[in-house]
């Protein structure tokens, strides 16, 4: 019995710590007067909320939803629009994300050591090539990559931009992969089109020449191709789909690391 007390007084003291760190409106890194301003309403909503960070001092945020997810998607959509590039999580209900981003980015780095030296005995993997209903083997103006040549691109100087178009709860992914999710949805929605038109902007700095690649789960998942064909319709010549996804990266036994949502363009 006391050790069940003491375990529930721990819990409830780490959940108020957690929420004093959440309510420090000065911890939070670049904020503007707006920032300070829209970070206050944000305090003031119930859960599921989210606050998200942009360059330039740029903020989005979404209060009093049903899910979580919900929050955050409302959070990021904002604030990919308000700074035309992808943005950070930094807070979601009472817990503060924000280094996870910089986790992710580090480990990246070192996963991206461990793809140079890893061989690989066979020339494909998972469904990556073969015929399948959901998705074609391969589509006109776009270079559809296998797991071998994308590792072989990953571990070189000069790497595409990773984009992963999953739906859905945080997911294994590629290493330097960014999370935009609604990217590939099916929908004739214009604002999809323009919203990530908005978000590879800011990616690629505006380079137009830039390499973008494009996956999500595996060989059936149409997300991908619908992606990169968006891109190619805004005027990216250089975009690769990789059909295979993250299923077939793990089959090549090859590292991931979890997602965590950069974008929302729908």
Request: net charge neutral.
């Amino acid at each position: 019995m006391r050790a069940a007390a003491s375990a529930a007084l721990l819990m409830a003291s780490l959940a108020v710590s957690a929420q004093q760190k959440v309510m420090d409106i000065d911890a939070v890194p670049g904020l503007r007067e707006r920032g300070r301003e829209a970070y206050a309403a944000f305090l003031k909503t119930l859960p599921s909320r989210a606050f998200a960070l942009g360059d330039q001092g740029f903020t989005g945020w979404r209060g009093g939803e049903g899910t979580r997810g919900a929050a955050i998607a409302g959070a990021l959509l904002n604030c990919n629009e308000l700074a035309r590039n992808i943005c950070r999580l930094y807070a979601v209900d009472n817990e503060i994300v924000y280094a996870r981003y910089t986790q992710f980015e580090e480990q990246s780095v070192k996963l991206r050591a461990a793809i140079r030296e890893r061989d690989f005995p066979f020339g494909d993997y998972g469904d990556e090539t073969r015929e399948l209903p959901e998705t074609p083997r391969s589509a006109d103006g776009l270079r559809t990559l296998k797991t071998v040549d994308l590792a072989k691109i990953m571990a070189s100087a000069v790497r595409p931009v990773l984009i992963d178009v999953a739906e859905g709860e945080p997911h294994d992914t590629l290493p330097n992969a960014w999370w935009i999710k609604g990217a590939g949805l099916a929908d004739p929605d214009a604002d999809i089109r323009r919203r990530l038109g908005v978000v590879l902007e800011g990616l690629t700095a505006g380079d137009k020449t830039a390499s973008l690649a494009f996956f999500c789960g595996d060989a059936r998942c149409p997300l991908s191709l619908k992606a990169a064909q968006r891109a190619r319709e805004l005027g990216y010549p250089n975009v690769i789909w990789y059909r295979g996804g993250v299923s077939a990266w793990r089959d090549a036994r090859l590292p991931t690391l979890e997602s965590i949502q950069s974008g929302q363009v729908r």
